[in-house]
């Protein structure tokens, strides 16, 4: 019992709540998730075993790297070209470390934001050294923790022409979608247009405050999916909420042009009047 009580003692003596504790504990599982992977991924040479880096990643995992598109079965056939060259005798050396984590959550979701870097030498020269904005989306599985996303950027070093310059750190740019309340009249929807130069992720909260019926349907898709919404023909979001009186929004998107649509098409009496504070942030 003395050591149960030993447990929810911070280091400044005050005592931590059951949340705030089970709080801190996801957050050092998270973190060391990603600090497990990037060793995994230095073994691999040694373990020439996919599966050390495979079991990271639910079977639904996506991701995006530098604006390209990939999935679990990108990644194994990468991970079988390099068994293969360790087979034919080369010698692969990989170092791969995460800096910098930062941790948020949202129920039994959790990002990692993170600076990457992976250094891989063939037979003693440097074939790839690569440093990285990395940003993960983890759910919960049990007691563990499973990649179902992830989006990076490479960070482009400059050329110096005779004395290096100073490098400034980079930091996201953040755009702000909207940030206001307004109508949404009944068989008819908003829209909001934005864009990412680069890979980034919008993020922020809607709420409908118009009463009994008066739900919203929240919508996000690239801006050549437009026509095909407003005809009514089949189209791909990148989120799309059905009809709600409020939620969340947390999507990783590749570069390109955007429209978040507010959608009251369903309704043929009530308007919507929403109120939305979302951003959009590109690294």
């Known amino acids: ?31 060391e998730t990603v600090k497990a992977y990037a ?20 079977v639904e995992f996506t991701g995006i790297n530098d604006g390209e598109k990939y999935d679990l079965a ?32 949202e129920g039994d979701i959790a990002w990692a934001s993170y600076d990457s870097i992976v250094r891989i030498k063939v037979n003693g020269k440097v074939a790839q050294d690569v440093k990285q904005k990395s940003t993960d989306k983890f759910k919960r599985v049990n007691s563990g923790w499973l990649l179902t996303h992830s989006i990076s950027s490479t960070v482009k070093e400059p050329t110096p022409a005779y004395d290096p310059p100073s490098v400034e750190p980079q930091t996201p740019k953040q755009v702000k979608i909207v940030d206001s309340s307004f109508a949404v009249s009944p068989r008819y929807f908003q829209t909001f247009s934005f864009s990412l130069p680069v890979g980034g992720y919008v993020r922020g909260r809607f709420d409908s405050q118009g009463g009994r019926w008066s739900d919203v349907q929240v919508i996000l898709i690239d801006a050549r999916e437009y026509d095909n919404y407003r005809n009514n023909r089949a189209f791909r979001a990148y989120h799309n909420s059905g009809k709600v009186y409020s939620g969340s929004l947390y999507v990783l998107l590749p570069a390109g042009q955007y429209l978040l649509i507010f959608s009251n098409a369903h309704s043929t009496v009530v308007s919507s009047q929403v109120v939305a504070n979302i951003d959009a942030t590109s690294y």
């Open 74 to 105: 990108k990644i194994r056939d990468t991970l079988d070209k390099v068994m293969r060259a360790i087979d034919e005798g080369n010698n692969i050396a990989i170092s791969a470390k995460a800096e910098n984590i930062k941790i948020e959550f």
């Open 1 to 31: 019992m003395f050591l149960l009580a030993l447990v929810s003692i911070d280091a400044s003596g005050q005592k931590l709540s059951s949340s705030a504790l089970e709080a801190e504990q996801n957050k050092k599982a998270v973190e």
């Open 39 to 58: 060793r995994a991924l230095a073994d691999l040479p040694r373990t020439r075993d996919a599966q050390t880096i495979l079991r990271f990643h639910a």
